[in-house]
């Protein structure tokens, strides 16, 4: 079992890399905050360019037909870097999505626009009472004649004003788990986007009415009245991207904290001879290092389709999202007084850290998930 980034990987995470830093790293995301997306697409589109976008996707619709793990320098470049934008949800949930479920014609429709960097997804999820389970979802989709007729509301949807698409999770039945996944293009009328407040002012989350809006049946990705079975499948692969990034968030902090302790004096001395801070850095990079080790093991056992994928995945998850909440709080603590100001990066890093905590998922219902795949 060898699960680590081969030599043309890491040749393309260092592209990656560069391209990102050509772009200030941490301004793309500061810079989002202040026109709200107006100027990604442009970054989106030199992503693209790089082959970022064509990853996972199929041959036949323009894509490079390659693995999860080809994903990870990409994905670890994206949290260092704190990248905004929707490329986690399209190219790590809805891809899959449509790459397993999609019929024939969804395919042709939306995966070579992906793999060009000329649309992206979001997905609609959350209502009011912030349920990620079957029961919390009100939203309803039914059908009249030859259309989809769709009525609710849908909170905190990620980036809504820049996506090209909704994945909209509905209830088509009246049993619990009647729920479908149905594809709606933003530029439908019938639509309401109104932004909301969140803790990460780089990410942008809205709440988003549907208002007797209508679509053609076949905007349903996959069985009617099977999304919920086939969006924990897509989950699987958006938690294996999401610990990944993670990881390269953490990553970039230990390197900012080592930076600072170096170069950051007291009484005479740099702050990293000290045995306090020393401890605080070793403890965050065993914590980057082990969290890196479960990530890459959680996207070869997607990739390869191990019996043990969902628990890898799961615990790859929880373990990311812990060690990048701790090494963004102990950051800060490190930089001292100026770690509280908007001037240094460490607040970026964790907000962004809180934001993903419960993203798609909350964390006990994550320990659930592990404890019942482990067989506890």
Avoid at 182 to 208: G, H, W
Avoid at 349 to 364: D, I, V
Wanted: charged letters at 20%; proline letters at 3%; hydrophobic letters at 40%.
């Amino acid at each position: 079992m060898d699960f680590a980034l081969n030599q043309e990987q890491e040749l393309f995470r260092g592209y990656v890399r560069k391209y990102l830093e050509s772009k200030g790293l941490t301004k793309i995301a500061r810079d989002y905050m202040v026109d709200q997306g107006e100027s990604f697409p442009a970054i989106h589109t030199g992503l693209a360019e790089l082959g970022c976008s064509s990853i996972n996707i199929s041959e036949c619709y323009g894509g490079m037909e390659l693995g999860a793990l080809d994903l990870v320098p990409v994905l670890e470049e994206i949290g260092r870097a704190l990248l905004p934008g929707l490329f986690l949800e399209t190219n790590t949930l809805v891809v899959p999505l449509l790459e397993q479920f999609g019929t024939e014609e969804q395919k042709a429709s939306y995966l070579p626009d992906i793999a060009e960097g000329k649309s992206t997804f979001t997905f609609a999820w959350l209502e009011h009472d912030y349920n990620y389970q079957p029961s919390g979802i009100k939203l309803k989709a039914h059908q009249e004649k030859n259309s989809i007729i769709i009525d609710g509301v849908k909170t905190l949807v990620p980036e809504a004003q820049i996506a090209d698409y909704f994945v909209v999770v509905a209830r088509t039945g009246k049993e619990e788990k009647d729920i479908s996944l149905v594809i709606v293009d933003r530029s439908q009328s019938n639509m309401t986007i109104r932004p909301q407040k969140t803790i990460d002012e780089a990410r942008c989350l809205s709440e988003v009415t549907f208002n007797h809006l209508e679509v053609p049946p076949t905007q349903i990705l996959g069985p009617i009245n099977g999304g919920w079975t086939i969006l924990q499948e897509g989950l699987l692969s958006f938690n294996a991207a999401l610990s990944t990034i993670m990881v390269g968030s953490t990553d970039k902090i230990v390197e900012m904290a080592v930076e600072y302790a170096n170069i950051r004096e007291q009484f005479g001395q740099p702050i990293g001879r000290f045995q306090a801070v020393k401890h605080k850095i070793v403890d965050m990079k065993v914590d980057l290092e082990t969290a890196r080790s479960l990530a890459y093991y959680a996207n070869w056992a997607l990739e390869n389709k191990t019996d043990d994928r969902v628990q890898a995945i799961t615990i790859a998850r929880i373990f990311a999202t812990d060690a990048f909440i701790r090494a963004a709080s102990n950051n800060i603590q490190i930089h001292g007084g100026i770690g509280f100001t908007e001037e240094v990066d460490c607040h970026l890093y964790l907000k962004r850290a809180r934001f993903y905590e419960n993203y798609l998922g909350s964390t006990q219902q994550y320990y659930e998930q592990a404890a019942t795949a482990l067989g506890w």
